[in-house]
T-cell receptor, first 117, second 111 residues
C-alpha cells in the first residue's frame, strides 16, 4: 500500500513569510498527526486529528500555526508568519484510528525540511 | 515539555558490541512504542509494549517494559553497521490523548 505522502520535501523561506505543508495519509487511516522535529531532538506533536476533528493541539503555537483536515483525509499545516526557530522537519504521520493514548502504530511520511532565514 | 526522557543521548560502539538505551517517564504510561530513525530518514515503528513487565524480542533486539510502566529499555546484541540511527521511545499517560517522544539515543557503530 502507498505510504504517507508529504509535500514539498524542502522549503526555504525568509522570516515573516508564510508557508504551507501538505500531507496525504495512508488510505483509510482516520488519525493524522503533525510533528515538528528540530535537529537533534525527538518529534514534538503539534496536532492530532481524528477524521476531521482535533483530538489534541495543546502544543501547537496557535498564534502562528494552523492546521486543517476539512474532509477527514488530507491535511495542511500553515505557519504565518514564520520565525527563525521554526526551522525544523515537519513530519506527518497517520494511524488507523479509534484508539486513544497513542496505542496505535504510527506511519510517518518523509517529512518537509523547512529552513527559515 | 517532554514527559519522556531517554539516555544516553549518544552511544558509539564497535561493531559486535552490545547497546542499550533507556526510557523513563515521570508518569505511568499506557503503553510504550519504539521507533528507529535512520540519518536523513523518518521514524519507523519497531514495536509496542503494553503490559507491565513485558519483554519482546526481534532478532537481536530485546525490548522491556518496566513493572511500574514508567520505564523501558531497548537492548541490541552484537551491533551491526545497519543498526546505525536514532532510537526513540514514545508513550502517553492513561486517559489522555497525548503522546510524547523521547529525545532519542543516537547510535553510531564503527566497523
Amino acid at each position: 500500500e502507498a505510504g504517507v505522502a508529504q509535500s514539498p520535501r524542502y522549503k526555504i523561506i525568509e522570516k515573516r513569510q508564510s508557508v504551507a505543508f501538505w500531507c496525504n495519509p495512508i488510505s483509510g487511516h482516520a488519525t493524522l498527526y503533525w510533528y515538528q522535529q528540530i535537529l537533534g531532538q525527538g518529534p514534538k506533536l503539534l496536532i492530532q486529528f481524528q477524521n476531521n476533528g482535533v483530538v489534541d493541539d495543546s502544543q501547537l503555537p496557535k498564534d502562528r500555526f494552523s492546521a486543517e483536515r476539512l474532509k477527514g483525509v488530507d491535511s495542511t499545516l500553515k505557519i504565518q508568519p514564520a520565525k527563525l526557530e521554526d526551522s525544523a522537519v515537519y513530519l506527518c504521520a497517520s494511524s488507523s484510528g479509534g484508539l486513544a493514548g497513542g496505542l496505535e502504530t504510527q506511519y510517518f511520511g518523509p517529512g518537509t525540511r523547512l529552513l527559515v532565514l | 515539555g517532554q514527559q519522556v526522557m531517554q539516555i544516553p543521548q549518544y552511544q558509539h560502539v564497535q561493531e559486535g558490541e552490545d547497546f542499550t538505551t533507556y526510557c523513563n517517564s515521570s508518569t505511568t504510561l499506557s503503553n510504550i512504542q519504539w521507533y528507529k530513525q535512520r540519518p536523513g530518514g523518518h521514524p519507523v515503528f519497531l514495536i509496542q509494549l503494553v503490559k507491565s513487565g513485558e519483554v519482546k524480542k526481534q532478532k537481536r533486539l530485546t525490548f522491556q517494559f518496566g513493572e511500574a510502566k514508567k520505564n523501558s529499555s531497548l537492548h541490541i546484541t552484537a551491533t551491526q553497521t545497519t543498526d546505525v540511527g536514532t532510537y526513540f521511545c514514545a508513550g502517553g499517560p492513561y486517559n489522555f490523548n497525548k503522546f510524547y517522544f523521547g529525545s532519542g539515543t543516537k547510535l553510531n557503530v564503527k566497523p
